[in-house]
Structures are given as structure tokens and as C-alpha cells.
T-cell receptor, first 113, second 117 residues
Framework: DQQVKQNSPSLSVQEGRISILNCDYT??????FLWYKKYPAEGPTFLIS?????DKNEDGRFTVFLNKSAKHLSLHIVPSQPGDSAVYFC????????????FGKGTRLSVIA | GAVVSQHPSRVICKSGTSVKIECRSL??????MFWYRQFPKQSLMLMAT?????????EQGVEKDKFLINHASLTLSTLTVTSAHPEDSSFYIC?????????????FGPGTRLTVL
């Protein structure tokens, strides 16, 4: 049973427009959520995170929104740039400390110039 | 941010041999490291939690005698794939937690591509 779901395996967006990547989770114990960006044959790179006490966190072009009641979070990238093309993983944890992350299957974002 | 390195980045070996992958935290101490495995076009799957000075904790379905984990120091964890077979070919990634702004951020190594012939 997948606890973290990214239902869109791929997304194409034009350069300059907004990219919205979605993530759903089932475990109500999750209280910390992260987004990672990954290129082929490389490790994931941390992008942005949000704790369950917040509903929004913003860092430059990246904003993560959390809807706890719907168990849904989304990553907004605006404006999208060709360099943003990568696979984006949503991850969740039941503790901000030393617990492993549960990952979604990822969404491949293609930003078209 | 904190830096985690892995060595080697790529390894090709013959079936039946053993391969050791090192994971190092370069600028911080990590009492806990994690080993993940990623199959093509799939998510990262946690294999085991590596604890410094104690035995690793393996996820269900992961053979502990095949994937030997040793967390010898606060900056080094090793994963040894014993008697490797072609189905062990995969991308192996380690991670470690480092304190960051009040939270413990998990930093990932660059990964190791294992190909078993």
C-alpha cells in the first residue's frame, strides 16, 4: 500500500508558466513533508519542506502548499525554467528527526522553451 | 548544505562477486544513515537504516545476509552486496540526517550505479 502517491508520472509546461506538482498521502501520522529534485544517475537534491503546523512555505520560485484535511500537498514552480526539467519526488516523515522518508514514485517535469 | 559522498559512483562486476559501496558524511557526524535502492523509473525504496555502533535495521523483504551494512564510525557507512547477481543491478543511494535550522534535514549521496553481468 503506497503511503505517498504522485499520480501524475509526467508533466509538460512551457517556460515561464507555472508548474504544479501534486502529492497525496494516506498516513495521518506524517507531519513533515519534503520535495526533492532528481536527475538521472544522481542522488536527490532537497528543494523545500513543510511541517504540518504550516499550510504554505515559500522559497524563491518554489512554494509548497499543504492541505492536511485533504492529505494533499503541492509544489508550485513559477516561473518555470528549462533547468527545472527533472524528476520531482514528494517525501513524508512521521518525525522531523532521524526517521527514514517515504517517497512517492516521482513526477517527471519537462519545461519546454 | 551538508555533503554526503558515495564511492564508487559506478561499478560493474561479475555475477557471484561482492561489491562494497561507501557512504561518507563529509562535514558532519551522522549517527544514522539510510540506504535506498532505485529501479529504473521507480521510486526510492528504503532498504535499511544504518546505526553507528549497532546492527542495521532492514526493511521487510531485504536480505540482511546479502546486503551487509556496517556503520563503523560517525561519518562512514558501508553497504556490501554479497554474491551479486544480475537482479541486484540497480542505483543505490545513501542518505544521512544533519541538523539544519532546527529540523533534521536528510541529505543524499550522489548514488552508485551497480551493474552485475
Amino acid at each position: 500500500d503506497q503511503q505517498v502517491k504522485q499520480n501524475s508520472p509526467s508533466l509538460s509546461v512551457q517556460e515561464g508558466r507555472i508548474s504544479i506538482l501534486n502529492c497525496d498521502y494516506t498516513n495521518s501520522m506524517f507531519d513533515y513533508f519534503l520535495w526533492y529534485k532528481k536527475y538521472p544517475a544522481e542522488g536527490p537534491t532537497f528543494l523545500i519542506s513543510i511541517s504540518s503546523i504550516k499550510d504554505k512555505n515559500e522559497d524563491g520560485r518554489f512554494t509548497v502548499f499543504l492541505n492536511k484535511s485533504a492529505k494533499h500537498l503541492s509544489l508550485h514552480i513559477v516561473p518555470s525554467q528549462p533547468g527545472d526539467s527533472a524528476v520531482y519526488f514528494c517525501a513524508a516523515s512521521a518525525d522531523s528527526g532521524n526517521t527514514p522518508l517515504v517517497f512517492g514514485k516521482g513526477t517527471r517535469l519537462s519545461v519546454i522553451a | 548544505g551538508a555533503v554526503v559522498s558515495q564511492h564508487p559512483s559506478r561499478v560493474i562486476c561479475k555475477s557471484g562477486t561482492s561489491v562494497k559501496i561507501e557512504c561518507r558524511s563529509l562535514d558532519f557526524q551522522a549517527t544514522t544513515m539510510f540506504w535506498y535502492r532505485q529501479f529504473p523509473k521507480q521510486s526510492l525504496m528504503l532498504m535499511a537504516t544504518s546505526n553507528e555502533g549497532s546492527k542495521a535495521t532492514y526493511e521487510q523483504g531485504v536480505e540482511k545476509d546479502k546486503f551487509l551494512i556496517n556503520h563503523a564510525s560517525l561519518t562512514l557507512s558501508t553497504l556490501t552486496v554479497t554474491s551479486a547477481h544480475p537482479e541486484d543491478s540497480s542505483f543505490y543511494i545513501c542518505s544521512a540526517f544533519a541538523p539544519s535550522g532546527g529540523w533534521n534535514e536528510q541529505f543524499f549521496g550522489p548514488g552508485t550505479r551497480l551493474t552485475v553481468l
